[in-house]
């Protein structure tokens, strides 16, 4: 045999020197749950090691996280009833304690990265991404109130916004209202392709922000987040998206998708992004609890599936975790 393809995995060295895939904690965001309030840390049942956090308590974990070499950081609000309306308008009030948390970190940390949530499930009395009329989720509408979110997280001191709503065109309406507010230099990471997926589930648990069980509204949202079995339909997204100016395209979920991240980083020169989502994080540690895997073993080969595939920046709960196994 004058191939031998195992010559070169022969010793670690070896294998390290030619080991075609690296994941670095610089590759990772890590998304964390924001409540109001101070003093809590309350653990998610569904996402074990994952908790919902004040701000107070807040800066002490992101502290405890650059010492790890994490850098970036996503945020997702849980927003008191009281605060929900139809319209979902106090997701850019100027009290809105999810942009106060933005200031605050801002102004204790100032060189982390700070990505946004740019979408009305959690502002929302009926749970959906969008303004609801007539029993269907309006977008052109919606879009309108986006835009209004994304300049109000800007303002608070958001690098990145996030719209994961998935109505069509509101990548160029966000870029728009930003450059128009003087925020040309604020990115725009779009959920390019975000599936209707069974995986989000303790996402919602964390958030309480389920679609309603109202007779009135979608009783999920398929209209407007991508069907499973869709493939071509993710490449229409992903052109319409970087030609309204998005600066990243996000795929999630992400290792049911890896074929979505791989043909979109094929097509584009612009950083792909994947979402490692809770359901995606909660099985594995449900298998490792039982006996079944490896958790760090299993955490490094997802992650780097994941790279392998071609996603940039991975967007994970298990952020931490990987990181400490570096430290």
């Known amino acids: 045999m004058l191939r031998r393809p195992r010559r070169n995995r022969k010793t670690s060295a070896v294998r390290g020197m030619v080991r075609e ?38 800066l002490d974990e992101i502290e405890d996280c650059l010492k790890l070499g994490i850098k970036n950081f996503m945020f997702f609000p849980k927003v008191d009833e009281k605060h929900k309306n139809a319209e979902g308008s106090n997701s850019y009030a100027a009290d ?18 700070l990505i946004t949530d ?21 977008n052109d509408e919606t879009n309108a109130v986006l835009a209004k979110m994304a300049v ?16 069509d065109g509101r990548v160029r309406v966000i870029r728009e209202a930003l450059d128009a507010a003087g925020f040309n230099d604020v990115s725009i990471m779009s959920y390019t392709a975000k599936y209707a997926s069974v995986m989000y589930g303790p996402f919602r648990d964390a ?3 389920a679609p309603a069980a109202d007779a009135n509204v979608p009783k999920d949202k398929k209209t407007y987040q991508m069907d499973p079995g869709n493939k071509r339909e993710a490449l229409i997204e992903a052109e319409l998206d970087f030609q309204e100016g998005a600066d990243f395209m996000m795929v999630k979920p992400a290792i049911f998708y890896l074929d979505i991240i791989h043909a979109i980083k094929e097509r584009y020169n612009i950083p792909v992004a994947a ?24 955490v490094n080969e997802m992650l780097l599936s994941i790279k392998r595939a071609g996603a940039d920046v991975i967007i994970t709960y298990l952020a931490k975790d990987f990181a400490r196994g570096r430290a």
């Open 96 to 113: 809105n304690f999810y942009l106060k948390a933005f200031e605050e970190v801002k102004k204790k940390y100032p060189h982390v990265t």
């Open 21 to 58: 895939t690296a994941l670095d904690v610089h590759n990772l965001v890590y998304p964390m749950f924001l409540v109001p309030g101070s003093g809590i840390k309350e653990e998610i049942s569904t996402l074990p090691g994952n908790y919902r956090w004040s701000v107070d308590l807040l």
């Open 275 to 298: 979402y490692n989502v809770s359901g995606e994080v909660a099985m594995i540690k449900a298998a490792a609890a039982a006996g079944s895997l490896n958790y760090e073993d299993a």
């Open 152 to 167: 109000a997280q800007a303002r608070a001191g958001a690098d990145v916004i996030g719209p994961s709503d998935m109505m």
């Open 207 to 209: 958030l309480d922000s």
């Open 118 to 138: 740019v979408a009305l499930d959690p502002y929302s009395i009926h749970g959906h991404d969008g303004i609801v009329r007539n029993g269907k989720v309006v």
